[in-house]
């Protein structure tokens, strides 16, 4: 039965398939970054890099949720049939998101300044990364408008589209990227500004779906009912315990990264290396975690407990299928791809010895994005939020007694951290279907 497709499954690819090719473009934009970095003459390039990349992903990735709170929120919407709601939800998340926006930018200087020093990388690393930093942190509006755009798109099971304007953003960065760095002669600036402009076409989708979607226009909203104070606060309240989640999420990243510098400078390229893997792997086996939001908040909405069984059952099934490919891609191309990024031999050497930690954490990992999907799509973001308090606490405790010391140590608090996440998430998950709780909400 579970090498079987079914129907089911076969929705559930409908679904994912674009998601998983659109995401796997996002990290392969961080991935373009450190080749052309990697090949200028220096690892500092890629150290800088890697150093401006985790402290923009540690704002945006902090936020990151609200993608997954629009696909929540609008596939039990457009199961319920209620359009009203659907809109008044995408206003109230647009709201708090420029809100969210308006902050960081006035408050960008001191962000940079703190962030960097959080990370405590060499003065070199730290002058590249801080320049990085100087135009990348403008883009935070566009991505927000971004992520609200395409979690609509995917809560209504339009993923070609969302799959689209991922697709095409993505490789408007890249193209940009090549022009900036290798024919005006830019290095840290040249992905940066590339960075900036691409994100900033979103604009351009944001006015095509203003024109097209008819929810738009069909479902007049009044002011009273867009400033209506209770329904604004449970959904500050909603983004309030994701924050908590991602935000806690980030700072581990940023963490692994900070603690990855003060080894050096090589030591810093290897993690940057391959937490780059490990994000290539997470944006693919994420295109089943939405999956599962869209389906479980879909079923949710119809009140369907069979569809909501076969739901969580698909999408986890397909993404072992998922993780199971990944694995053996890496296996037989890792080595390969980190001689592709890196001239220096003792990054390539150092890089493939810690590999078998991205292996394993790999395995962790899919339980629990596929988990994190089916809980986002019932919208059970305070269970979210606690597994993610225990996890974290687990893994600081774990580096800074017992395992820490070195970047062995290091790594395996990372691994030990998503196994945790991975069990108490299936204990709640077998909670939820035996007492039919997903339902009750």
Known sequence: MFLNINSIDRNTLKIAIPLIISNITIPLVGFVDNVMMGHLGSIIYIGAIG??????SYILFSFGFIKSLTTGFVSQHSGSKSNQKLQLSLIHLTLISMSISIVILFFRDNIIYF??????????????????LDYRIWSVPAIFFRDILIGYYIGLQKTKIAMGISITVNIINILLDYIFIFHLGYDIEGVAIASLIAEYSIILFILYALNTEKIFSNSPISSSQIFEWKSIKSKIMVNADMFIRSFLLMTIFVYLMSIGASYGNEVLA???????????????IDGFAHSAEVLVGNSIGKKNQNALSSSIYSTGKLSAYLLISYLGFFLLFSGSIISFITDSQIVNSLSNS????????FIFATVAFWLDGVFIGAIQVKLLRNVMILSGITFFILETTLLGGDNDGLWLSFLIFFAMRSLLLTIFLYKYMKKNKFLEF
Do not use: Q, R, W
């Not at 962030?115 to 990085?132: I, Q």
């Not at 810690?354 to 954490?361: E, G």
């Open 354 to 361: 810690y590999m078998f930690y991205i292996y394993m954490i």
């Open 270 to 284: 290897v993690n940057t290396i391959l937490l780059n893997f490990f994000f290539l792997f997470s944006h693919g």
């Open 115 to 132: 962030s960097l020093l959080l990370m405590d990388p060499s003065l070199e690393v730290y002058k590249g990364a801080k320049t990085y």
């Open 51 to 56: 150093v401006g990349a985790i402290v923009i």
